[in-house]
């Protein structure tokens, strides 16, 4: 699962619609506010006003692996609604083995997470999606998200937790389609 999204739509000359889900979404934010004149749209999904900030991401990256297991199986119980099929998890789960502590300890550390200051600076149209059950990202938290930045569009995926865009892609979909052709 890719944590941003940049389409460059049709004509090289036109502004980019930014996607960014999760930690990915500060990134989003960030080039939003860097970058607004080359900016159409912004779709924040699973994303919060704050860093996260956790004293585990500060051990050494052989140590995070070796409890690799503990944090597989908290992912799995906040990051998926109830009824998300075991198929699907199972198949996700498969996808990420080979990412490794390193990867995440590096992104959670290094990440410049906008400012709420710099956050209510966006001007873009703006669509914050919450998951409903998201546990990683509450929808509490993307509705400050939502709050910081005017006219913002805000939604939660009903049946949906962190991975929404999985659980329920046809939903999502068709919210980011309506608000990317308003």
Known sequence: MLPILI????????????????VGSAIAMKYAI???DCVSR????????????NFI????????????PLFSNSFRKLSFHSSTSEKLIDEEAE???????FMM???????KWPSR???????VPTLVIAGETDGITTPEQGKEVHKLIKDSKYKIIDQTSHCMMLEKENEVGKVIEDFVNC
Do not use: D
């Not at 996808?95 to 502590?101: I, L, P, V, W």
């Open 7 to 22: 389409l460059r739509v049709s004509i090289p000359t036109q502004k980019l619609i930014i996607a960014g889900h999760s």
């Open 95 to 101: 996808r990420n083995k080979n990412n490794t502590m």
């Open 117 to 123: 200051q710099e956050i209510s600076s966006i001007t």
């Open 42 to 53: 912004l779709i924040l999904l699973g994303t919060k006003e704050v860093a996260p900030h």
């Open 57 to 68: 991401w500060y051990l050494p990256s052989f140590a995070l692996e070796w409890i690799r």
């Open 34 to 36: 860097e970058n607004k």
């Open 105 to 111: 300890q590096s992104i959670i550390l290094n990440l």
